[in-house]
């Protein structure tokens, strides 16, 4: 499998190289006008700030990245990257927006970063959060919701949405506002978003 993986350097770049290396994919990490995403098995865009990712790659590269989705690739977004797939709040994150959710309370982003309880399909875990987005509505029918924090920063945090995966076009993709990459315990959640993204339908 082919994967572009877009990251600032850090723990989360390191866990996610390692961590696809071990199953045998081969990464990419150059995203541009030019690259050639037919080629491409899976897109992931990780820890960062969103803000900087879009100025980063400009317009024409989140719309490029969007249609790419839509007609049939696959995109997993983390923390930076969920944001940059939600609706824009600002002309930096315009472009790309797979999901019709927002990021609830952008204006207080930086609410904190350590461990968090969530629910993960009914079941009680312990995440690594870095100030990711908190999701906001959805059409009903729209996407499906993976996770909930049982508590966290702030009240916005508290009972919010932590996770999502939908569908766009004739792609999919798989939204965290934590870093399942970032403790042994939680890797399975993304073993699992990587099978919804590939699972073939009956």
């Known amino acids: 499998m082919n994967i572009l993986l877009i990251s600032e350097e850090g723990r989360s770049k390191e ?17 541009e006008e030019t690259t050639d995403l037919g ?34 690739g696959r995109y997993l977004g983390i923390c930076a ?7 824009p709040y600002n002309s930096e994150t315009t472009g790309f927006n797979l999901s019709p959710r927002e990021a609830l ?29 908190i999701f906001g509505g959805a059409p009903d029918g729209c996407e499906e919701v993976v996770a909930f924090y049982i508590d966290g920063f702030d009240d916005v945090m508290k009972d919010g949405i932590a996770a999502v995966k939908g569908q766009a076009g004739r792609g999919r993709y798989f939204l965290f506002g934590f870093h399942p990459e970032l403790k042994e315990t939680t890797r399975f959640m993304l073993e699992e978003a990587i099978y919804f993204l590939f699972r073939k339908e009956c």
């Not at 990257?81 to 609706?87: D, F, S, V």
């Not at 952008?106 to 629910?119: L, P, Y």
Request: net charge positive.
């Open 15 to 31: 866990a996610l190289k390692a961590m696809f290396s071990e199953h045998g994919f081969f990464l990419a990490q150059t995203l």
């Open 39 to 72: 080629r491409v098995d899976l897109v992931v865009i990780g820890a960062g700030r969103a803000t900087t990712f879009g100025s980063r790659l400009g317009r024409g590269v989140l719309k490029k990245l969007a249609r790419y989705v839509f007609e049939g």
């Open 81 to 87: 990257g969920a944001y940059l797939a939600l609706q």
């Open 105 to 133: 309370d952008i204006g207080n982003w930086n609410r904190g970063c350590g461990d968090v309880k969530i629910s993960w399909e009914g079941r009680p875990c312990v995440v690594h959060y870095e100030n990711g987005p």
